[in-house]
């Protein structure tokens, strides 16, 4: 046998379903801390429209996290 | 670069040796009865629930019980916290409704930030909302409240319309944009705003709990020449998590309390 997985596979798949939104909300901070660099006197709406895209990024990151419990019983 | 592979070599190699480092699970989220015989729920997470609770109507209750003109002691410590709800959670998404709604974002945002720093706190450590219960219980509380606000103020038929047909898109993508909305908004919705609180604080807790017992592990209970390095380098990340867990705790307890205020925006006002 050349490699063997022990362990839980869903470790694996939380793993994967965290690239997405990693790449995700790197982008919206990224971008966020750009657009405050350039226009520093609309901190508060740039600073409220980051945060929302962040949440809602976030959330398949969560997903992943929990899809293993919701699909045990399945 | 040789304390990663130790690191990696001693979780992976722990299970083989009896008695040899185990990482924690999710069984450190289950706790006993307080005392025996104590009724199945009453455990540290209800208890530290509860407390939360009577410190928040306490501290509230100081503050702004008797509140004068000029603010003194407790007060300003209330208004502060008040004012930063008021203008950086409820006023960017109510608008003019802001006032109405301050009691329960105020309410919210405190609770939520004093289960979450119940995770730091010397001793009692364990955060209240890394039990999905409780999360929940707001989340549904919001949930009920959205879709009876929003059949209220645009009518049974016109907040499902206003829900599923956005303005300003082309007509055939509602084809696509139409189910989505309505799953996004009635389904996941509640579901990630739940789940997020709840996911941010067991992850954090199992991170500090991992961290802690490398550190005690190396260095108290298996003490030796080749693993105290490591024991001291995970106390040491220990504090540095502790400190990401601060933030995250806070940051987590305004974006609660932030969607809490969006879901109703969007209820009382059609379009956003």
Do not use: C
């Not at chain 1, 690239?19 to 226009?39: E, L």
């Not at chain 2, 299970?15 to 989220?29: D, K, L, S, V, Y």
């Not at chain 2, 606000?149 to 944009?177: A, D, E, S, T």
């Amino acid at each position: 046998m050349l490699a063997e997985v022990a362990g839980n596979v869903t470790a694996i798949g939380y793993g994967l379903a965290a690239i997405g939104p990693g790449i995700g909300v790197g982008i919206i901070f990224g971008q966020g801390v750009q657009a405050i660099a350039r226009q520093p006197e609309a901190y508060g709406l740039i600073r409220q429209n980051m945060l929302l895209g962040f949440v809602l990024t976030e959330a398949l990151a969560l997903i992943g996290l929990v899809a293993p419990f919701i699909f045990q019983g399945l | 670069m040789i304390t990663p592979t130790l690191l990696l070599a001693g979780i992976s190699l722990a299970p083989a040796e009896p008695g040899g480092f185990h990482a924690p699970g999710p069984e450190i989220f289950n706790f006993p009865p307080l005392w025996a015989g104590a009724p199945a729920w009453l455990t540290k997470p209800t208890l530290l629930a509860m407390l939360s609770v009577v410190i928040l109507i306490v501290v509230m209750w100081g503050a702004f019980a008797n509140p004068k003109l000029v603010p003194r002691g407790l007060q300003n410590v209330g208004e502060i916290g008040y004012m930063f709800v008021r203008d950086q959670v409820a006023r960017p998404f109510l608008g003019k409704d802001t006032d109405r709604f301050m009691p329960l974002l105020v309410s919210i945002f405190f609770l939520v930030l004093l289960w979450n720093v119940m995770g730091v706190i010397p001793i009692i450590q364990f955060p209240v909302a890394s039990h999905i219960a409780f999360p929940i219980v707001l989340a549904a509380t919001i949930y009920v409240m959205r879709i009876y606000l929003g059949i209220k103020y645009q009518g049974p038929i016109g907040y499902f319309k206003n829900m599923m047909f956005p303005p300003g898109v082309p007509k055939p993508v509602y084809i696509l944009l139409a189910p989505i909305e309505l799953l996004s908004n009635l389904i996941l919705a509640p579901f990630t705003h739940a789940v997020r609180l709840f996911a941010n604080m067991f992850a954090g807790h199992m991170i500090l709990a991992f961290f802690s017992l490398v550190g005690f592990y190396f260095l108290f209970e298996n003490f030796g020449l080749l693993g105290a390095p490591l024991g001291i380098l995970g106390t040491l990340v220990t504090i540095a998590m502790t400190g990401l867990e601060i933030f995250i705790q806070y940051l987590q307890a305004f974006l609660f309390a932030m969607l809490a205020a969006m879901y109703i925006g969007q209820s009382l006002h059609a379009e956003h």
